[in-house]
């Protein structure tokens, strides 16, 4: 079964500071992997996605994640993070990306500090 | 393109009671697909619609939950006799060939 775990609940960052949140999947298959950022009141906006290709992913808002097979990991990096980055930030895994039946892991928090 | 819009945003009901919550999906999307978040969770996924037809319910899905797309359009999603644990956000997203688009959720507490 696929499965995603992202081992930190909670992070805080000074703003301006560098930003990695970590994000380890368990698939049968080649994954599909996704980064979901959550505001408050907000719904899930996509930030990035990787299949294939380049393993360095580029995605909105000056985000970028890794993927890196041999870990069975997909960082997501930020070079310098702002007030407004503050929000929950989820992994997640699909079958390919026409089907969006998800597994998310359970989120990191972040708490950006002036 | 207005996005996927979700109604109602909030819902409280007493325990036993039925509600039905609507998904819009965003304009000529074909796959509409509903999850759940708890608290301190991540979403979790229930079904999913390509055009008219449900495709796919997990196993969380249990009877007293059913969801319908009937003109391949809207969704929604009916909860009967609800329980305690079924207090949750309801997630909508839809897409067409690519990422899925998320709602804002409906947030149901049921007392």
């Known amino acids: ?114 | 393109d207005t996005g996927v819009s979700q109604d109602p945003r909030h819902k409280i009901t007493k325990r036993g009671q039925n509600v039905t919550f609507r998904c819009d999906p965003i304009s000529e999307h074909n796959r509409l697909y509903w999850y759940r978040q708890t608290l301190g969770q991540g979403p979790e996924f229930l079904t999913y619609f390509q055009n008219e037809a449900q495709l796919e319910k997990s196993r969380l899905l249990s009877d007293r939950f059913s969801a319908e797309r009937p003109k391949g359009s809207f969704s929604t999603l009916e909860i009967q006799r609800t329980e305690q644990g079924d207090s949750a956000m309801y997630l909508c997203a839809s897409s067409f060939g690519g990422p899925a688009y998320f709602g804002p959720g409906t947030r149901l507490t049921v007392t």
Not at chain 1, 5 to 32: F, K, M, W
Not at chain 1, 38 to 48: A, E, K, R, T, V
């Open chain 1, 1 to 114: 079964a696929q499965s995603v775990t992202q081992p930190d609940i909670h992070i805080t960052v000074s703003e301006g500071a560098s930003l990695e949140l970590r994000c380890n999947y368990s698939y049968g298959a080649t994954p599909y992997l996704f980064w979901y950022v959550q505001s408050p009141g907000q719904g899930l906006q996509l930030l990035l996605k990787y299949f294939s290709g380049d393993t360095l992913v580029q995605g909105i808002k000056g985000f970028e994640a890794e993927f890196k097979r041999s870990q069975s990991s997909f960082n997501l990096r930020k070079p310098s993070v702002h007030w407004s980055d503050a929000a929950e930030y989820f992994c997640a895994v699909g079958p390919n990306f026409g089907n969006e039946k998800l597994t998310f892991g359970t989120g990191t928090r972040l708490t950006i500090i002036p």
